[in-house]
């Protein structure tokens, strides 16, 4: 009787993480002690639709063992599951993981934003309206391995 139960919750958890991410428009940065910015500006399917992508492998991978597993997902786990803030085990910090991930592609693609303010938007004054960085904010280079998500040049 537990088994079932457990099973059912756990199908009902999944589900609603895989449709989470069709309603997702940020890439959450609360797992950072401090962030330096804003939460990445991120819809997931307006993304996936404009870069025609259809296997959920492309960004969400898997590793096992060091090796990476084509094919396998892992869009039910957080990135943070298996990045920590900190780079350890020959994985890249959180952080990094995101800007390697995110700006790899873009830049390999020779499409989407790679420049700080075009994914972390401050808000303006206007209500609701998205501005972007403006150079409100010191920036980084973007490789840091720090637990607060603060670049390292701004020490």
């Given at each position: 009787?537990?088994?079932?139960?457990?099973?059912?919750?756990?199908?009902?958890?999944a589900a609603a993480l895989v449709g989470a991410q069709e309603d997702m428009r940020v890439v959450s940065n609360e797992d950072f002690v401090s962030p330096q910015r804003p939460s990445a500006?991120?819809?997931?399917?307006?993304h996936n639709d404009n870069a025609e992508i259809e296997d959920c492998s492309v960004c969400h991978h898997l590793y096992e063992d060091g090796k990476?597993?084509?094919g396998e997902s892992?869009?039910?786990?957080?990135?943070?599951?298996?990045?920590e803030l900190r780079a350890s085990d020959g994985q890249p910090s959180l952080m990094n993981a995101f800007h390697l991930r995110c700006q790899g592609c873009h830049l390999a693609r020779k499409a989407g934003p790679v420049m700080?303010?075009?994914?972390h938007r401050w808000k303006s004054g206007a209500a609701g309206d998205d501005a972007e960085d403006n150079n409100n904010h010191s920036g980084g280079d973007g490789d840091d391995d720090r637990e607060d998500g603060n670049h390292k040049d701004d020490d």
């Open positions: 009787m537990w088994k079932r139960v457990l099973l059912l919750l756990m199908l009902v958890l500006v991120f819809n997931h399917d307006e990476l597993v084509e892992s869009e039910d786990q957080a990135c943070s599951e298996c990045h700080c303010g075009e994914c």
